[in-house]
């Protein structure tokens, strides 16, 4: 079994502060992790994912996430805010080893960005 | 290139009706995934297909919902007998394969009300 727990359903920053949204996992076996941006009346949109290949991960827009197996999170990150980074953001779980990349989603961290 | 879609993009319809949710997935993509988003939730898969067939349908609640994909490209969720509680936001995402590493690009979704 897997999920994934995020830490917060809000979030709020000013425009040019830094981002830290929270997600913690928890997988019987290595898993692949993911974040997806969802913008309103916009479909989901993948900001990076973390394979294995390295622990740091960098998307788009900026963002970037660490995996830490010791502490089993994979926090998203952004040195600086910008207003069209509002929106909902979910941490995401798939097995790996052919398990069909059936995604496995938290219940997502609204992202406030304030002048 | 054009992204996956999902026709219609808003239904209505009443308690004890059918109802049938069309994607169109993204040319040349065999992977084929169906999610269910509820209000203030992360989406929740339901089944994938893998070509033509449905490769898990774990996610299914009950026998009143059915999927298809005849030709192995576009695919129709079906579910009878609508209740309620069935009003949720159907998305549909798609990917080259079903790999652990292959992408899912999501539709825009089709909202889903029941009376």
């Known amino acids: 079994a897997q999920s994934v727990t995020q830490l917060d359903s809000h979030v709020s920053v000013s425009e040019g502060t830094p981002v830290l949204l929270r997600c913690n996992y928890s997988s019987s076996y290595s898993p692949s992790l993911f974040w997806y941006v969802q913008h309103p009346n916009k479909g989901l949109q993948l900001l990076l994912k973390y394979t294995s290949a390295a622990t740091l991960v960098k998307g788009i827009n900026g963002f970037e996430a660490e995996f830490k197996k010791s502490e089993t999170s994979f926090h998203l990150t952004k040195p600086s805010a910008h207003m069209s980074d509002a929106a909902e953001y979910f941490c995401?779980?798939?097995?790996?080893?052919?398990?069909?990349?059936?995604?496995?989603f938290g219940t997502g961290t609204q992202l406030k960005v304030e002048l | 290139g054009a992204g996956v879609s999902q026709t219609p993009s808003n239904k209505v319809t009443e308690k004890g009706k059918y109802v049938e949710l069309r994607c169109d997935p993204i040319s040349g993509h065999t992977a084929l995934y169906w999610y269910r988003q509820s209000l203030g939730q992360g989406p929740e898969f339901l089944i994938y297909?893998?070509?033509?067939?449905?490769?898990?349908d774990s996610g299914l609640p009950n026998d009143r919902f059915f999927a298809v994909r005849p030709e192995g490209s576009v695919s129709t969720l079906k579910i009878q007998r609508t209740e309620r509680g069935d009003s949720a936001v159907y998305l549909c995402?798609?990917?080259?394969?079903?790999?652990?590493?292959?992408?899912?690009?999501f539709g825009p979704g089709t909202r889903l009300t029941v009376l």
């Open positions: 297909f893998q070509g033509t067939g449905a490769a898990d």
């Open positions: 995402a798609s990917s080259l394969s079903s790999g652990d590493f292959d992408e899912q690009f």
């Open positions: 995401v779980v798939s097995p790996r080893a052919g398990g069909g990349n059936k995604l496995t």
